[in-house]
């Protein structure tokens, strides 16, 4: 069994520090505070582990947990459109066909993701 060297413990851990490579300030924010601010609480459970909030860029991406309600998780998404944010998805590579069905129609990004012996890797972002 290999052992994961990556010091990034989460999707969000490493988006995090990419966008602050890039010269971006960024943070993760929990889904239930964010969905909170929008007065969406009934979104709370909706399977989203945390959120990446990048405000430079209006960006939000959001980190989906192993087991989600795909039809919260895009009325989250819209609920952040409506108030400006772009949102990315970033979630399992085996999840990624029920969110492109799910999400299509939605000006959304969709990202695989999966942590492998050297830390996590990304999908290239596909529109939903």
Do not use: K
Request: with cysteine; hydrophobic share 45%.
């Amino acid at each position: 069994m290999s052992m994961i060297t990556s010091q990034y413990l989460t999707a969000g851990d490493e988006s995090l520090e990419r966008w602050r490579v890039s010269g971006r300030e960024a943070s993760i924010v929990a889904w239930s505070n964010l969905v909170g601010s929008l007065g969406r609480d009934e979104l709370h459970g909706a399977g989203v582990d945390e959120a990446v909030v990048v405000p430079a860029s209006d960006t939000i991406e959001l980190v989906i947990g192993s087991t989600c309600d795909w039809s919260s998780v895009a009325d989250g998404v819209v609920a952040l459109q409506e108030v400006g944010w772009s949102v990315t998805v970033l979630t399992a590579l085996h999840s990624l066909g029920a969110a492109h069905h799910v999400l299509a129609g939605t000006d959304v990004h969709l990202q695989g993701c999966w942590r492998n012996d050297t830390g996590w890797s990304f999908t290239p972002a596909e529109i939903a």
